[in-house]
């Protein structure tokens, strides 16, 4: 019975040490040490949960916007020559696009022109790993893309900050 316990005893010790040590660390949380300690297929995964989410709360924000908004005031409901004066019409014409995302019949989506970027920008300077990657997705949109060198120049300037 005695040695039972202590096998028991030594397995859920064992078990413990190996769970502190596989644990993302606070000072990772949403930064470059968790990014890579991921496989590209959750980063991926990541990227396409960000631009989805973006996209789905944008609309939704924008849909709103009519009737929050110059309620009672008349619009132009505009065509495909002149854009509409609708609140809602304004709002989708300043979101961001991240149209660098494919889709294959064989593959699915690949949203690897963004998690590729990311992870060369903090595999290539591991002293911006401080900097969240939610602050490095959002400077890939369509307006904004950047290269992982040039994710690396607004580091620099100081641009793009680590978190502390």
């Excluded at 995302?101 to 595999?123: C, H, K, L, M, Q």
């Amino acid at each position: 019975m005695l040695t039972k316990y202590l096998l028991s005893f030594g397995a859920v010790v064992i078990l413990t040490m190996i769970c502190a040590a596989a644990q993302v660390h606070p000072e990772q949380l949403d930064r470059g040490g968790e990014w890579l300690s991921w496989s590209p297929g959750q980063r991926v995964t990541y990227v396409d949960g960000f631009i989805t989410g973006y996209l789905q709360g944008s609309l939704s924000a924008c849909e709103a916007a009519d009737g929050l908004f110059e309620v009672g005031k008349p619009h132009s409901l505009g065509d495909e020559h002149h854009p509409s004066e609708m609140p809602s019409a304004r709002c989708l014409a300043r979101m961001e696009e991240y149209s660098k995302a494919r889709y294959t019949e064989a593959s699915g989506p690949d949203f690897s022109a963004y998690a590729d970027v990311i992870t060369d920008f903090y595999t290539k300077h591991p002293e911006y790993r401080g900097i969240p990657f939610v602050n490095l997705v959002k400077s890939l949109s369509d307006r904004s893309y950047k290269s992982a060198d040039q994710l690396y120049q607004m580091a620099v300037k100081g641009e793009l900050r680590p978190v502390r």
